[in-house]
């Protein structure tokens, strides 16, 4: 049986790129642009702490967050605990911290964070990376730095450092490189960002309730990426996973507390990680990229100066991720035994025999071959970036989806097949007559 089909059932043990702890709700201050919302009294319980320890199979980045990490030092504790018990894998440790825990509580989370520390160097990292002087130390601190944190950030780093070991670093989150430049090249830092007007606050939380202006759409749902080698073994899960203080599982976007309990993959507390991802790709299958720019898009079409072909074009850009989404939710329900992989390479197939019908019409001016190409390789990578025909394609649809109706057989008795196989039919005629914006941009994608 294919490994991505046995997740759904048994759950695995994941690799993660940047997993994230939400270690508390509780916050001690007030922050106008605050994308949580109001503090809640809420810390991460040890059994939330074991549930995702023992389902890390290695961990590249972990994040700490909150609410305001440094108010629950016995999750910090009981987290360095685990991690060294179970002996996990784990890369480094970032925390960003609001710089006003400067007492009993900080100091504790600062040894905690020495413990974790040590043990990274010592057990996790090589020589390598241990003489490597380009590394930074596997543990950080990081003091929140936004025009709208009343903390004063010398004096929360003066404070850390005395606490801290050398595997500890102490730092101004505003220093941190964005990885872009400014038009004269110069490396743009979180804090050139955050001076420079308020962009990058969500309409979220406090930010949303105070008005403060903000990103229009938000993209807080999208495909979680997984990395995988060539026998479909997964490296890592790419996207950033966040683990709420209740056991929620969400995106690594910041976004409220009442958002993230309304919307999520499921909970630790009631199913593996890896069965919630699996299931979540079917409902969420554009990927990070695709969401961002489909609100850009949704923001360029709000000017009133844009050139009527530009509207045209953005509006065919946001109706082909539209239908991307829509071939691949309801191909899911159709052809629910195929893989995501297998799918995915139907759905491009499909994608691009409705762009040759669709610039046949239009008289856009490229080849059927062009125009196949140029959706495959959008679509699909490697092996399949080659030179396809539309009767190819039908091909290639056709003997994926006879691999879903093997293994429909395989399943079902005779009685639940020929139904199963009518049904598919009947819907197949006024399939894309359904197809409504409203119900597939989701909540994530509004004003
Ligand atoms: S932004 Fe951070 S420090 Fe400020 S209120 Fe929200 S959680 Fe607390």
Known sequence: MNKELDWEK???SLPYYNLMLEVTRKCNLTCSHCMRGDPQNLDMSDEILEKIFGQVEQIYHLSLTGGEPFLAPHVIEKMVDIIIEKKIRLGRCTTVDNGTILNDLGIRCVKALNRLADYIYNYVWNDETRNDPEESPPVSISISNSIFHKNDIQKAIDFYKTYANRHVKVDDQGEWETGLKDKHGNVLRNKDLKRNGTQWVKKEGRAKDNNIKNSKYMSGTYLVELMMDDNKNTICVDTGIQVCANGNVVMEEPLSFETMDK??????????????????????????????LYCHNMTMMENPNLSE?????????????????????EGHKDYPYLTHEELAICVAAELALMMCEKFQDTGHGMSETEIIEKIIRMELTGEYATKFTKADLKRSIDKITARNFERAWQKMNIIDYIKYVSKLRANAENQIDTLSGDKLRGYVYEK
């Open 263 to 292: 919307i999520n993959m499921g909970n630790v507390l009631e199913e593996p990680v890896s069965c919630m991802i699996y299931k979540w790709n079917w409902i969420e299958p554009l990927k990070y990229n695709e969401v961002a």
């Open 309 to 329: 072909q530009k509207r045209i074009d953005i509006e065919s850009g946001n109706t082909y991720l539209d239908l991307k989404k829509y071939l691949f939710v």
């Open 10 to 12: 048994v759950g695995i």
